[in-house]
T-cell receptor, first 112, second 116 residues
Framework: GNSVTQMEGPVTLSEEAFLTINCTYT??????LFWYVQYPGEGLQLLLK?????DKGSNKGFEATYRKETTSFHLEKGSVQVSDSAVYFC???????????FGKGTRLSVIA | GAGVSQSPRYKVAKRGQDVALRCDPI?????LFWYQQALGQGPEFLTY????????KSGLPSDRFFAERPEGSVSTLKIQRTQQEDSAVYLC??????????????FGPGTRLTVT
C-alpha cells in the first residue's frame, strides 16, 4: 500500500539555521507529493507540492524536489525564522481526486 | 472568501455518548473528505464524498462511525457509543473536481473530540 515516512521530531533550530526534514514514500502508480504545515491552533495548510519527477515545489522560502529514483521529497529552507515553528507533514496522493496519505509529522521549533 | 468551517471546535463526551461533528465545505466544492488525527500522528483518511454520494468509506474504523452529506454540501460525521480510543482531532477537507485540476484539498480547523 501507499505510505509516507518522515523524520521524527522534534527538531529545534536557532534562527537563520538551515532546515532539512526528510521524507520518503512508497506508492503504487505515480503519486503527487505535498508538504502541509500546521501552525499552533490552526488548520492544515498546503505549503508546496510537486506532481512529477524532478519537479521542485517552493513557497515562503521552503523547497522540496520530487526524486523518483530515491522516492524522496525532502523539505529544505536556507534560513528559518521563529515564525516557521510548526508541525510539518509530508503527504502523497495517487492519481485523481483520492485521499491524502500523510506521514506522522515533524515538529519544528525555532528559537531566537 | 470563506474557508472550510467545522463545528464544534471542541467536544467533550462521556464514554458511551453519541456525538455529531459538522463540516461546511467551501462553496462549490464537490468533494469532501474526513480524516482522523490522533495525538502526535498524521491525519488518517476516514471517508470521502463526491456531491452527496459516499464513494469511499474504507477508513471508518468501526460501524459506530457514520457520515452523511445529504444535499451535497454540509456533511456530518456521527460517532455512536463513543469510546476513549475515539479521542482525536477530526479534520474535514474539501476540493474542486475539474479537468486538469490538481484537486487541492483545503482543510478546516478540525474538531477536537475528547472522550472521558
Amino acid at each position: 500500500g501507499n505510505s509516507v515516512t518522515q523524520m521524527e521530531g522534534p527538531v529545534t533550530l536557532s534562527e537563520e539555521a538551515f532546515l532539512t526534514i526528510n521524507c520518503t514514500y512508497t506508492a503504487t502508480g505515480y503519486p503527487s507529493l505535498f508538504w502541509y504545515v500546521q501552525y499552533p491552533g490552526e488548520g492544515l495548510q498546503l505549503l508546496l507540492k510537486a506532481t512529477k519527477a524532478d519537479d521542485k515545489g517552493s513557497n515562503k522560502g521552503f523547497e522540496a524536489t520530487y526524486r523518483k529514483e530515491t522516492t524522496s521529497f525532502h523539505l529544505e529552507k536556507g534560513s528559518v525564522q521563529v515564525s516557521d515553528s510548526a508541525v510539518y507533514f509530508c503527504a502523497l496522493r495517487t492519481e485523481g481526486n483520492t485521499p491524502l496519505v500523510f506521514g506522522k509529522g515533524t515538529r519544528l521549533s525555532v528559537i531566537a | 472568501g470563506a474557508g472550510v468551517s467545522q463545528s464544534p471546535r471542541y467536544k467533550v463526551a462521556k464514554r458511551g455518548q453519541d456525538v455529531a461533528l459538522r463540516c461546511d465545505p467551501i462553496s462549490g466544492h464537490v468533494s469532501l473528505f474526513w480524516y482522523q488525527q490522533a495525538l502526535g500522528q498524521g491525519p488518517e483518511f476516514l471517508t470521502y464524498f463526491q456531491n452527496e454520494a459516499q464513494l469511499d468509506k474504507s477508513g471508518l474504523p468501526s460501524d459506530r462511525f457514520f457520515a452523511e452529506r445529504p444535499e451535497g454540501s454540509v456533511s456530518t460525521l456521527k460517532i455512536q457509543r463513543t469510546q476513549q480510543e475515539d479521542s482525536a482531532v477530526y479534520l474535514c477537507a474539501s476540493s474542486l473536481v475539474t479537468s486538469g485540476s490538481p484537486y487541492e484539498q483545503y482543510f478546516g480547523p478540525g474538531t477536537r473530540l475528547t472522550v472521558t
